[in-house]
């Protein structure tokens, strides 16, 4: 239901060595918000996101995803609960189309299918899987490149497409780190409309360093600093908090115009 917990963690750490990367983090998201996640360089963000997808337990804490206690479970097994994040194209095949590189993600992720790929991809049922993989980039708008070389794609449309093989896995919440990170201003706008429409059909958490595209997205901004969540709330409210400004921009209090 709209509005209920969704994905919550309880005084989750990590440690690398002597770094505390994630430092007791509680962090609640609602079912159909769209909220983002900032903070400096190091501060924790994308090891905050690796602990909630499972790609490492953290060293304590409680990761809770629609009330289900999933610390112990794999990724694989978050992912067919609906807790998906955007992959890196590293995990493509570059010499092969767009399309075929989102079938093959969509069965990769199903385990039961696993041993079967091939015969699948022989058989009726790849027709099925083709519709509904070309129904996804279509909604991210690379319906046209379906047979182009994965490499051949431009940066732009690389990051739709690693949107297009997260979406394929039928998301509930869908994590973003950095969506926009290397992209030029008609990509940004472009991969933030895309963006814009996901929202009103899931629950969104975004890392992103490019803030002033987060706040007309996401209605709520948690301040990462030092593996620490130090503040939520309003985005612009945040963006006005002067603790906020001195950790991020390194902004001293008594500065007037600098
Ligand atoms: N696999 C790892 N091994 C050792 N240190 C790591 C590892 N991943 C991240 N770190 C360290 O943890 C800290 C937080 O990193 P990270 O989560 O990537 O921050 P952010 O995404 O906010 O930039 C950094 O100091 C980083 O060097
Ligand atoms: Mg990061």
Redesign the pocket.
Known sequence: MPGDMILESREVSKS??E?T??DSVDYQLREGESAGII??????????F?ILTGLFPPNSGTILFRGRNVTKMSADQRVRMGMVRTFQLVSVFDTLPVLDNLILAVVRADTKNRNVIRFILGSSHTSQMEKVCMDTLEMVGIADKSRVLTSDLSYGDKRKLEIALALALKPRVLLL?EPLAGLSDPEIADIMELMNSLKDRLTLVI?EHKISQLTGLVSRLSV?HE?RLITEGDPDDILRDPVVRRVYWGEDDSSDDT
């Open positions: 690398f060595g770094l990367a994630v903070g400096p360089n190091g501060a924790g963000k994308t090891t905050f690796n780190d890392i990462m593996g």
